[in-house]
Each structure stands twice: as C-alpha cells, then as structure tokens.
C-alpha cells in the first residue's frame, strides 16, 4: 500500500520512502491539484540536490527557500506562502519530533491523539488532519485503534473523497468528481445565503 497518483513515478517513490516529502505534499495540497502538491517535494529535492531533511529546511534562508519554490515551475501557485509554511512545519518536526517527520505518526495511542498530533502542525486545520490521518492509514498502514472515527467521512474505506482514495485513474476520477460535488454544493450554498 502507498500512494499512486499519475506523477513521475520517481516521485511517487519518494513519497513512499520519504514521510517528509509525503508531509510536505499535503502541506502543499490546496488551490493546486493533487498532483502538482505531491509531485512539488520530488522537484524541491532535485533543486536541494538530495531528499528533504527537516532541520535543513528548518533552518533555510527565508529568501533562499521562497527563491527554490517560485523558481519554475514554481511548486505552488503561492510559492513565498507555501515556503513559509513548509518551513513552520520543518519547525515544530524539530522541536517535537527530533526532525523526524515519522515519529509524527510513529506511536500515538489512538486515532484521536494522532489526529490532534497532525492537527497542531501549521495550516493543519481540521478537514485536513482528516485527510492525512487517512491518507497514512489507508495508503501506508498507519491504523492506531479508533482512527477511522478520527479521519471522519475520510475514513470510509469505500470514499472517494480526497488524495487518500486515490489508487489508480478511476478513483483518481470519482475524487475529482466528489470534489467537483463539494464546490458546487458550497457555490450554491454560497448564492442561497
């Protein structure tokens, strides 16, 4: 089990090896596909040279690093916020969790704990803790007890909701479709207000 979005497969290998760049990824996943999200920390470490480490970008020259995400392609369609972001999280991986980005995930004693854990990350709000905590359970194994209840509707093994559905081109399909759904149902909430 590991992530298999349509990118570079070499990127997709990074992924399954590197739970930085898997944590980046979804730190990246908003206003861009999934695909540009999860394929963004494969290009960041082609342009660092060798795999993501937490403390070095941590400690990044703030400039330095906004230059390495907007360069193009930029990584993000908000590259200076997106730098900053992945940097406050590489923060707190080394206050917390010794730079490790596993050990986010390594031993909480329930779905909830892992969630809260995921949660307190910056730019982790609520929906979005959901979706790593399934994306780490249904694509990597990471299943504490009561972590289905704790990814809420993401938890769902027959969802087709978020990148932790996504397993081949037709799933990849019904997620886009349901977030299709999403946006069309807040639009129209949106207008009825």
């Not at 959901?130 to 990471?142: D, E, M, S």
Request: contains cysteine.
């Amino acid at each position: 089990m590991t992530l298999a979005l349509p990118i570079d497969p070499e990127a997709n290998q990074l992924l399954a090896r590197s739970p930085l760049a898997l944590l980046v990824g979804m730190v990246l996943d908003q206003q861009v596909s999934m695909e540009k999200a999860f394929s963004s920390p494969y290009v960041l470490a082609q342009r660092l040279g060798h795999d993501l480490d937490a403390r070095e970008l941590a400690g990044y020259d703030p400039e330095a690093l906004v230059a390495l995400f907007a360069q193009p392609p930029a990584l993000h369609r908000f590259p200076k916020a997106m730098a900053a972001r992945v940097q406050e999280v590489c923060r707190v991986l080394v206050e917390r969790y010794d730079g490790d980005a596993a050990r986010l995930w390594a031993d909480p004693a329930d779905g909830r704990e892992l969630l809260a854990r995921i949660a307190a990350l910056p730019g982790f709000g609520r929906q979005k803790a959901q979706i790593f905590l399934a994306l780490l359970a249904k694509r990597f194994g990471v299943r504490p007890p009561g972590w289905q209840e704790a990814a809420g509707g993401y938890g769902d093994p027959e969802a087709h909701r978020s990148v932790a559905d996504v397993t081949d081109a037709e799933s990849l399909r019904l997620v886009r479709e349901y977030k299709q759904q999403m946006k069309a149902a807040a639009k129209a909430k949106a207008a009825g207000d």
